[in-house]
């Protein structure tokens, strides 16, 4: 069976673009209210986006055969996989900010729309680099395996979200107010319309999740360069970002090697989009697949038996509903330093 070309017809793109679309507008719906999201309801609707995207490859399977379905689902698990690690700095820019429980819902909601758009461009220009100049493959491999190595022997690297580049922009350009107004982006202060906390938060999730995007974007292209079977995998990841984050949040610390899973998981991206240039050529999918499983399976394993019967969050610890600060928006943490965070072994700007 032939791979799905990277021409798709224009009615498979506003499709399945209209899918995302209704499947966002469902979500804002059912969460209008700015309620603090529970454990139950965060499973129920982890459920529904993980059935949305099997689903999905399912129709492609149908539509394109097993190849495309195996591209797909090869990387919706690389996507996956990498979110798990996102989860970890979103609960640390929760926790800095201390933003509250009943709008980290909305942040992430935005959050993800920002992501599916910013995504998008780096695949068609990821895809057209690759397809155009062969050496890119090269580069883009060697960006993965340093990813990975950075990944698993420097991971501890702190991140201050207050550092963030755009977010020192955002205050410098715009007047902001360092206070929660409710659930709004915006407010009115004398007269004048000022940045509320709630915004400078949504950029740093966004900025944070522009420099996730290189990695994920390029281990799936190291899969395909089908924009088509690329986003679609971005896309039923990160929808299902929200709820991951209020499933995992609390749970994180059981996963104390899963970054090692991650790291061979792009170093072995790296390796195969460099051997794509070679003439050992492009991996078979099935094997991509299993390779896949088999890493996230070992990592997940591992971590858990690791900390089996670890002692549970102490009394008043920060879970993904909880509004304890690690410290202030403005003011220092304690001995001077940032809150501590991982992400990828990269300190961030």
Avoid at 96 to 105: G, I, N, S
Avoid at 129 to 144: D, I, P
Avoid at 301 to 307: E, F, G, V, Y
């Amino acid at each position: 069976m032939q791979e799905l070309p990277s021409a798709v017809p224009p009615w498979a793109w506003l499709a399945l673009a209209a899918g995302i679309a209704v499947m966002l507008a469902v979500d804002l719906l059912a969460h209008r209210d700015n309620h603090v999201i529970g454990l139950r309801e965060a499973a129920l609707w982890s459920a529904v986006w993980i059935a949305a995207g099997l689903a999905f490859g399912a129709v492609l399977w149908v539509w394109q055969g097993d190849q495309a379905a195996g591209a797909y689902y090869a990387g919706y698990l690389i996507e996956k996989a990498l979110s798990v690690d996102n989860v970890f700095v979103f609960a640390l820019i929760f926790s800095y900010f201390a933003v509250p429980a009943a709008y980290q819902h909305k942040v992430l909601f935005w959050g993800v729309i920002g992501a599916l758009v910013f995504r998008l461009v780096f695949i068609f220009v990821g895809a057209e680099l690759l397809q155009t100049f062969f050496w890119t493959a090269y580069v883009f491999g060697a960006f993965l395996v340093y990813t990975g190595y950075k990944m698993a022997f420097a991971h501890d690297a702190e991140i201050h979200p207050d550092r963030n580049l755009l977010v020192r922009l955002i205050k410098k350009v715009l007047p902001v107010d360092a206070a929660y107004h409710g659930d709004r982006f915006f407010t009115r202060i004398g007269g004048r319309r000022v940045i509320t906390l709630l915004m400078v938060v949504l950029v740093a999730v966004e900025a944070t999740d522009l420099i996730f995007a290189l990695d994920s974007v390029a281990a799936i292209l190291a899969i395909t360069t089908s924009t088509f079977i690329v986003w679609a995998a971005n896309a039923f990841a990160v929808l299902g970002l929200r709820s991951l984050y209020f499933c995992l949040a609390g749970l994180l610390r059981r996963f104390t090697h899963l970054h090692y899973g991650l790291a061979v998981l792009l170093g072995f991206a790296g390796v195969k989009l460099i051997l794509s240039e070679t003439p050992v050529g492009k991996l078979p999918i099935p094997l991509t697949l299993g390779v896949i499983v088999a890493i996230l399976a070992v990592s997940i394993a591992w971590s858990l038996l690791a900390t089996r019967g670890a002692a549970p969050p102490e009394p008043g610890q920060d879970t993904p509903g909880g509004e304890r600060a690690v410290t202030a928006p403005d003011s220092p943490a304690p001995d001077g330093a940032a809150p501590g965070g991982t992400r990828r072994g990269q300190a961030r700007p």
